[in-house]
């Protein structure tokens, strides 16, 4: 639903997903107080130039992008490579209130064994790649739906009127005959697992009344095997492999936040 754009853009971000909001003159109206939850996709692994520890967390990230060009109250980026649902329950929610009144998060692609799988589709037959994708799929079907609930439940639980958006992921290759590395049938299995995760997460989103943003169609023409460099191949080092640059995450995710959430535009 887009609210009439009679607001500030910093009033219309904090807008609850049930309605529009009414403008108000007072300070208190305008507060943004936006905190940005999940994995090595959320933290910027990939873009390069991070912050102090382990968290692989990118000034080149899209919750730092879209918090840097708003007026924002105050930002807590949590976001953290490696993450699962269990971590973020367990170790970014803490800095959550009734004050907060945004979150963005991607998370799920760790438990489904992204890593493991990536590895297996690089130095294992298709064969085996195609068995990685497909038991990564099974768990996406049958454990990764309750865990998600969970985790958005505790979400809302303590944000209980944030807007709360839910990004996805990409879709690693272009699928093209001519391209260095996995064959063509890795390629598209894994580009097949890509898309499950996709449904999955957008259904638990959808369960919670969440926002969810497929970033998808934005990266779709630029994944690898396109030349566009929105996406890391292999890297040395290893973990930034597979994940978006600075490039991904300005042209994709960003674009992709925007159009989940008109309001939060500058």
Known sequence: MRVPRLCSAA????????????????????????VA??????????????????????????????????????FKFMACS????????ANQLGVLSPATTL???TVGG???????????CVLRSESDCRKAVSDAEEYMATTLPDRLDALYRAIRGKAPTA???????????????????????????????ADSLVTTVAAAASRARFVFSDV?????GHELCSGHRWLQAVTI???????????????????????????AKG
């Open 216 to 220: 998808r169609d934005e990266f779709a």
């Open 82 to 89: 490696g993450a699962r649902t269990t971590g973020v329950l």
């Open 11 to 34: 009033v219309a971000a904090v807008a609850f997903v049930s309605g529009p909001v009414a403008c108000a003159d007072n300070k208190e109206a305008a507060e943004v107080h936006y």
């Open 163 to 193: 807007r709360v958006v839910v990004l996805g992921y990409p879709r690693l290759y272009k699928i093209v005959d001519n391209c260095a590395g996995m064959s063509r049938g890795k390629r598209t299995a894994l580009n097949r697992g």
């Open 103 to 105: 979150v963005t998060v």
């Open 237 to 263: 080092p290893i973990d930034d492999s597979y994940h978006p640059t600075a490039r991904g995450h300005q042209l994709g995710y960003l674009p992709a936040l925007d159009s989940a959430d008109p309001r």
């Open 37 to 74: 939850l999940g994995d090595s996709y959320a933290s910027g692994t990939g873009a390069g130039a991070y912050e102090a520890g382990a968290c692989k967390r990118s000034r080149y990230a899209y919750p730092r992008l879209w918090a840097a060009r708003q007026t924002v109250t105050s």
């Open 110 to 120: 760790n438990d489904a064994g992204f890593g493991r799988v990536m590895e297996t």
